[in-house]
């Protein structure tokens, strides 16, 4: 290895020092003491000469970084003794502590040697791999650098070392930040997907060398986030996020894991549970959730849909119990809000036979197993047809003809609900233009519901292809839209008229926007529109006030309690009146019986459609 001549005087070691450069550098003998440093020294680690000189450089090391200096050799092995600090390795030098710790950057993994380092002396060359360890500056602050060596003298036993330092704070910092986002979710501070896997991993390793591991994942989805998002904006919905990931780390122990997986869900890694212990946590989960968040200076409530998957054995991935805690999640939550489920036997028997569901629903949907079938629509006080109600049934092979409600989860499992509309819409167009002619073709019109989630930019062009596949005219198709969908479009619509309600948001998200950029353009293609239930954001009824929705429907729901119950009449009494405030028509949906229209009837609602009228002649 290159070494300088074996008795280099003063001089000598001060010129090979100060040839260094731009590269910090300084001369130590074999104890460890510092002879020479050079300028650049001084001005990268802000220390003046006069208070290096004669000093143990080990005073200026981490502690943590001087056992590790030892093992390589660079200062000669032995020299510190190693110690235990809080059940980890640790080494002791002299002059080790004899200054107060200042905070240290934030760990991170070692960084590769320079590509591009500074000249070498040339009176030797580097000799040892580099080091990256912690010196402290001038200010008494810890700084990255890394080090490389020069021995000085030859044999066996160097008679002291150059080292050559690069700073390297700030590349490491960058590095602890990015390193920081992978494993982090930047916005609340939850684990990421990343740091989660490997969490999970490693708590299934540590299980019982017989039978499952005691670990458990709950797979928590936050319903009516999504309002609060649309209605209030997105910087309030952050800030919910937030809360609700403060509020989770709460109630879950410390040992957990609490990750977000994206948009509204978030996981939690449980150790050392059994079948009771993760619904009892995820019980305290819910309770946490369930009381009222105050964010943007708005009183919201939100609850919790949860899954939770419980270990099955040893060699369960990662990946198969994260996807049985999601399944029944989504489980919880076809089956209403605020619900934990367990993935047990009986839940894979049903989410089994919902996959063979789901892909005989696809076969129908690619080989034309669909069906329209059509109800009248009444207007109640002159008990004339007014239009036609278009329904999707499937004929299943074995099943019969099954309605849209028997087979929606199936639907919605196999990706099928934008197709089935598409289908839908297309179909009611052509045959409603072929059963209508003469006097009645421009009395009526044909009635598609949409469902959920649906509204957006990409419905217009679908609604244009159906119509000109079918010849009808867009005055002649209504479209039902969920009362959801109209949550958060304040005026993202246009320019509210003077008296519309102010938004519930400083501003509306994103989709809001596309939302109500499709509720505008089908209404000026002259598209009737109806909502199946005045929606929960206030601002929106400015979206009812200018035109593009034409008529509110009565829930089948409130429809079935009328004459039997006080509170639905009342409920129906409002909705009308309200409707009716706004200069907009209301239809009730599901009559059954004469008692209920009789009461629609007296409470002033304007059409109705159900199994009742079924005997009128649909157009």
Same mark, same amino acid.
């Given at each position: ?17 100060a ?8 001369? $130590? ?11 650049a020294l001084?001005r ?5 000469a ?6 143990? &450089?080990?005073?200026f ?15 000669g ?11 980890r390795?640790?080494?002791?030098g002299p ?9 240290e ?12 380092p500074?000249p ?6 580097i000799?040892?791999p580099?080091?990256?360890l912690r ?8 700084r990255?650098v890394?080090?490389?060596?020069t021995?000085?003298?030859a ?7 150059? @080292?050559?330092?690069y ?6 910092r960058?590095e ?5 986002k992978?494993l982090?979710? +930047? ?5 990421s997907r990343?740091l ?5 991993g ?6 019982p060398?017989?039978g499952?591991?005691?670990?458990a994942?709950?797979?928590c989805?936050l319903?009516?986030?999504k ?11 952050d ?9 989770l ?5 410390p040992?957990?894991?609490v ?16 079948g009771? !212990? ?8 819910r309770?946490? @959730? ?16 949860i899954g939770i ?7 369960q ?14 489980s ?6 605020d619900?934990i489920v ?12 919902l ?5 005989? $629903?696809?076969?129908a949907?690619e080989?034309?197993g669909?069906?329209?079938? *059509? ?6 006080r002159?008990?004339?047809v ?5 329904? &999707?049934w *499937?004929r299943?092979?074995d ?6 409600a028997g ?8 990706g ?5 509309v598409? *289908? ?5 167009c ?6 209508? !002619?003469g006097?009645?073709?421009n009395?009526v019109r044909? *009635?598609v ?10 419905l217009?062009p679908t ?9 009808l005219p867009?005055?002649?198709l209504?479209?039902?839209v ?11 619509t ?6 519309? +309600? ?8 994103? !989709?809001a ?8 353009a089908?209404?000026?293609l ?12 206030p601002?929106?009824?400015? &979206?009812l006030r200018r035109?593009s929705?034409r008529? &509110? ?6 429809v079935d ?10 409920v129906?009494r409002?909705?009308v009146?309200?409707?009716h ?8 949906a599901?009559?059954?019986t004469?008692?209920?229209a009789?009461?629609?009837?007296e409470l002033?609602c304007?059409?109705a459609?159900? +199994? @009742?009228?079924s005997?009128?002649a649909?157009?």
């Amino acid at each position: 290895m290159g070494e300088l001549e074996s008795s280099p005087s003063p001089e000598r070691l001060a010129d090979v020092v100060a040839r260094c450069g731009p590269t910090a550098a300084l001369a $130590l003998d074999a104890a460890g003491r510092i002879l020479f440093v050079n300028e650049a020294l001084e001005r990268v680690l802000g220390h003046d000469a006069s208070v290096l000189m004669g000093r143990d &450089v080990a005073e200026f090391l981490h502690p943590d970084d001087r056992d590790d200096l030892a093992r390589r050799g660079i200062l000669g092995a032995g020299r510190f003794r190693p110690r235990r600090v809080h059940g980890r390795a640790d080494a002791t030098g002299p002059g080790a502590g004899s200054r107060p710790s200042a905070p240290e950057p934030p760990p991170g993994p070692v960084p590769p040697a320079r590509s591009d380092p500074a000249p070498a002396p040339t009176a030797a060359s580097i000799d040892r791999p580099p080091a990256v360890l912690r010196v402290r500056d001038g200010a008494g602050a810890w700084r990255w650098v890394e080090a490389t060596t020069t021995a000085l003298g030859a044999g066996a036993e160097p008679r002291g070392t150059i @080292l050559h330092l690069y700073d390297v704070t700030l590349w490491r910092r960058r590095e602890a930040a990015l390193s920081e986002k992978v494993l982090h979710d +930047p916005l609340t501070g939850a684990a990421s997907r990343t740091l989660f896997e490997d969490r999970l991993g490693q708590a299934m390793l540590r299980g019982p060398r017989s039978g499952p591991p005691r670990v458990a994942v709950l797979f928590c989805d936050l319903d009516g986030f999504k309002d609060v998002n649309d209605t209030l904006g997105h910087a309030a919905g952050d800030a919910l996020l937030v809360e609700a990931f403060a509020r989770l780390r709460r109630a879950v122990r410390p040992l957990d894991t609490v990750a977000r997986m994206g948009g509204d869900e978030f996981v939690v890694c449980c150790e050392d549970v059994d079948g009771a !212990d993760a619904p009892a946590l995820a019980r305290r989960i819910r309770r946490e @959730l369930r009381a009222p968040f105050r964010v943007h200076g708005r009183t919201v409530r939100i609850s919790a849909s949860i899954g939770i998957a419980l270990a099955r054995s040893a060699d369960q991935s990662v990946d198969d119990l994260v996807r049985d805690a999601d399944r029944a999640m989504y489980s919880a939550k076809s089956r209403g809000p605020d619900r934990i489920v367990v993935h047990d036997d009986a839940l894979r028997a049903e989410l089994s036979a919902l996959d063979a569901t789901a892909d005989a $629903l696809r076969g129908a949907v690619e080989h034309g197993g669909l069906e329209l079938r *059509w109800l009248p629509r009444v207007h109640l006080r002159r008990r004339r047809v007014v239009g036609s109600d278009a329904f &999707v049934w *499937w004929r299943h092979p074995d099943r019969g003809p099954v309605p849209a409600a028997g087979f929606r989860s199936a639907a919605t499992r196999a990706g099928l609900d934008g197709a089935i509309v598409d *289908w839908a819409l297309t179909n009611a167009c052509r045959q409603f233009a072929a059963r209508t !002619d003469g006097p009645a073709r421009n009395a009526v019109r044909v *009635w598609v519901e949409l469902g959920p989630g649906r509204l957006g930019p990409e419905l217009v062009p679908t609604v244009r292809r159906a119509l000109a596949s079918g010849d009808l005219p867009a005055r002649r198709l209504g479209l039902g839209v969920a009362g959801t969908d109209l949550a958060g479009l304040g005026r993202a619509t246009g320019r509210p008229r003077r008296g519309d +309600p102010a938004p519930a948001g400083s501003r509306s998200g994103p !989709d809001a926007v596309r939302r109500g950029a499709a509720l505008g353009a089908l209404g000026r293609l002259g598209v009737h529109l109806s909502v199946d239930d005045l929606p929960g954001d206030p601002a929106a009824l400015g &979206v009812l006030r200018r035109g593009s929705v034409r008529i &509110v429907s009565v829930p089948p729901s409130i429809v079935d309690g009328l004459g039997r119950r006080t509170e639905h009449t009342a409920v129906a009494r409002g909705l009308v009146s309200m409707a009716h405030s706004l200069e907009i028509r209301t239809h009730a949906a599901g009559v059954t019986t004469p008692a209920q229209a009789h009461a629609l009837e007296e409470l002033g609602c304007d059409t109705a459609s159900g +199994p @009742l009228f079924s005997a009128l002649a649909a157009p």
